[in-house]
């Protein structure tokens, strides 16, 4: 089984430390420490009447505390991690602590509400000024210096207090105030995955394989290194599929070893940016934000990024968000992908199928993001198959991308063969070989190397023009059976909007769809949209423009099989008809294809003896859909009449269909002048028929 290459940057993500109690423990014996100060300072302060309960309180739950002492001149990774991102000072980490004394017991929270002027049970300012002046007093020795005014400064400039590890709340004077921790952050100190509730948690996932050379390049590397350093920056990585742009920070993180710790929250929340910051340097990680989509209509939303200390990675959407004057900005692209990295991923997710990689790397040239959730349905299903039968990677795929599908687009189910489509021996020849295209996409473009050669673009593009009712969208299912996939049918009418820009982001919706699903996309009546560029004499027709001129981009990235079908080939843009790689005409049938048409559409058995399909076919020049709605309608008639299909209900279907077109019905020579050939065979289904037939003609 081949094995896939790690990434080179990457790194362990964090040193092995304690298991979480035993982290926990050991951030509170170092609580216990100040609980033991606060103690002396009671005792030093107060009468023991009145404080000899919360000083013993104090002493007996230090005590017990300290029974799980750390080792000597080092404190729990997730507070030196803290300590170490903000650049906390002594004084700091002493404030910090103090803070989250209440959350450790019960009884320390009723001990703090006894000492605040408003009882409160957080410890107020005015008990931690106590503390350090009495400290102060007795010598460095006993605990850091800080005065008052070093201590408002703190509380108002420091680390602490700019990221939001620290507040002070509350009512009243100064003093009076409580000092409280950000939210959750006292547990997340004690090793526990806690998260606050103004954050929406995001489940990361694990690594993606594929990678590699992403990585490698030069954007890739500059965000790395940011992420490894202690500068405030902001590494932005967009992409429509959040999956894709969530993978890529993720990727970044790791190879920056670092942990990636991910919330939703929207950008312009400076006080939530920095819980996601805090919580992030607790964990030993980077702070990942995923920014929700803007609202309809919403410009993009500034990035205010003023309480994250050290870097951040930003995963969004194009536009979504507008970074601010105040930090450093890099944008890392989230491809190319090359073909040996599609590989890598494919044999990475199907390690059992690891010899098809370079086949499902054609096939399928799914982000490696999107080839990591492929497998996971894959192996699920081959868990529930209960024969042991391997699942379709294809249909896999399909079913993922199909639960998505925007309005306006249908997703069928092709099962036309080849044999169901009649052509002339050319336009034939152009399916087969677009058809064989995609299964030697692999071999050209990657393995001869034509991609970079030759500029070669992935995928097939089609225009169909013809008369209606001669085989375009027969043809389109065709191809779909063929390749193997689905058929996904755009219906224009859902797609066009009368609003500036819905129209390409509908069709943009349609062509991502069949991107991941790599199914035939179908656009019938395609000169409504691919219509010739005019011009600009209104703001109309600049709008009108823009739609085509988007197009003609899209189409050009399509990494698909799309199909465009069209009754007016003179009314599409000749800047399409450049970018087909195929243009097939679809002529009226020939009078041997007729033949044959109504053979296919008639089988024997439903046929009467007397039926002559080769003068239907000599004396009806008319496509084949009209050939089908005959054949089909007659059909009806005959099952009603309780007997096989005949010719009379042929000529008198066809002849419906001819006055469907507002055409004349075909007279035969030999018949006396004014009367129709096939109506003497009409007279079968009664005179009311012929009359009928009579008033009706030309």
Not at 237 to 266: F, H, K, N, Q
Not at 329 to 344: K, M, N, S, W, Y
Not at 448 to 467: H, I, K, P, Q
Not at 528 to 545: M, P, Q, V, Y
């Amino acid at each position: 089984m081949p094995e896939t290459p790690e990434t080179p940057q990457a790194r362990p993500l964090t040193t092995p430390e304690a298991p979480p109690e035993a982290v926990s423990r050991g951030l509170s014996a170092r609580a216990a420490g100040l609980a033991l100060r606060l103690a002396a300072l009671l005792e030093a302060t107060c009468d023991e009447e009145s404080a000899g309960s919360s000083v013993g309180f104090l002493r007996e739950w230090a005590e017990t505390a300290a029974e799980h002492e750390r080792p000597p001149h080092t404190d729990p990774a997730p507070i030196r991690r803290l300590t170490d991102r903000l650049g906390l000072t002594e004084v700091e980490l002493d404030l910090v602590l103090l803070a989250g004394l209440p959350e450790e017991h019960e009884g320390l929270a009723r001990t703090f509400r006894t000492m605040h002027p408003r009882g409160d049970s957080h410890p107020s300012v005015g008990l931690a000024a106590l503390l350090f002046d009495h400290e102060r007093h007795l010598g460095a020795s006993a605990g850091p210096a800080a005065d008052r005014a070093a201590l408002r400064r703190l509380l108002h400039e420091g680390a602490a207090a700019r990221s939001g590890a620290l507040a002070v709340s509350g009512e009243g004077t100064f003093h009076d105030r409580s000092l409280r921790l950000a939210d959750r952050l006292w547990e997340a100190l004690h090793g526990w995955d806690a998260w606050p509730d103004a954050l929406t948690e995001v489940e990361v996932g694990p690594p993606v394989a594929g990678l590699d050379g992403w990585l490698a390049r030069p954007a890739a590397e500059r965000a790395v290194a940011a992420l490894r350093s202690t500068a405030p920056r902001t590494v932005i990585v967009t992409a429509p599929d959040e999956t894709i742009a969530l993978s890529r920070c993720a990727a970044l993180a790791r190879a920056a070893g670092l942990r990636p710790v991910a919330g939703r929250v929207r950008p312009e929340y400076p006080s939530v940016l920095g819980l996601l910051g805090l919580h992030a340097a607790a964990r030993g990680g980077v702070p990942v934000l995923v920014a929700p989509r803007p609202e309809e209509g919403a410009g993009p939303a500034r990035l205010d990024l003023r309480r994250v200390v050290g870097p951040i990675l930003v995963c969004a959407e194009p536009g979504a968000v507008r970074p601010g004057p105040e930090r450093p900005v890099l944008t890392v692209p989230v491809g190319p992908i090359d073909t040996e990295d599609r590989r890598a991923a494919w044999r990475a997710a199907l390690p059992d199928e690891a010899w098809q990689a370079p086949q499902l790397a054609a096939r399928h040239p799914l982000d490696p993001a999107l080839t990591a959730q492929v497998a996971l349905d894959v192996h699920s299903c081959d868990e529930l198959a209960p024969d042991g039968a391997r699942t379709d990677v294809s249909a896999a795929i399909r079913t993922r991308a199909g639960a998505v599908l925007p309005p306006g687009v249908d997703l069928v189910s092709p099962q036309a063969p080849w044999e169901r489509l009649v052509l002339a021996p050319e336009p034939d020849r152009q399916l087969r070989d677009a058809v064989s295209r995609l299964a030697y996409q692999a071999a050209v473009l990657d393995d001869w190397g034509l991609r970079e050669a030759a500029r070669a673009d992935r995928g097939v593009r089609l225009l169909f023009s013809g008369a209606p009712g001669t085989g375009k969208s027969l043809a389109a299912e065709v191809l779909a059976t063929a390749a193997g996939t689905d058929l996904l049918v755009v219906d224009v009418s859902q797609v066009v909007s009368k609003w500036i820009g819905e129209t390409e982001k509908n069709l943009s919706a349609a062509f991502d769809a069949a991107e991941r699903m790599q199914a035939v996309l179908f656009l019938d009546e395609a000169d409504a949209l691919f219509g010739t560029r005019t011009e600009i004499s209104e703001a109309n027709d600049r709008f009108a423009n823009l739609e085509t001129a988007y197009l003609l981009q899209r189409l050009d990235r399509f990494d698909g099989l799309a199909v465009l079908a069209t009754n007016l080939r003179q009314n599409i843009d000749a800047a399409f008809v450049r970018r087909m790689d195929f243009v097939v005409t679809f002529d009226l049938p020939g009078e041997s294809d007729r033949h044959r048409l109504w053979q296919l559409h008639l089988p024997a058995p439903v046929r009467d003896d007397g039926i002559d399909l080769a003068a239907l076919a000599h004396r009806y020049p008319v496509p084949g859909g009209w050939i089908r709605n005959a054949a089909i309608a007659a059909a009806f008639r005959a099952a009603e009449s309780g007997g096989r299909v005949g010719q009379p209900q042929l000529v008198e279907a066809m002849r419906r269909e001819y006055a469907k077109a507002n055409r004349p019905f075909p007279v035969d020579p030999a018949a006396p002048p004014g009367v129709a050939a096939d109506e003497r065979a009409l007279r079968a289904l009664g005179a009311a028929t012929i009359g009928s037939n009579r008033e009706e003609r030309p």
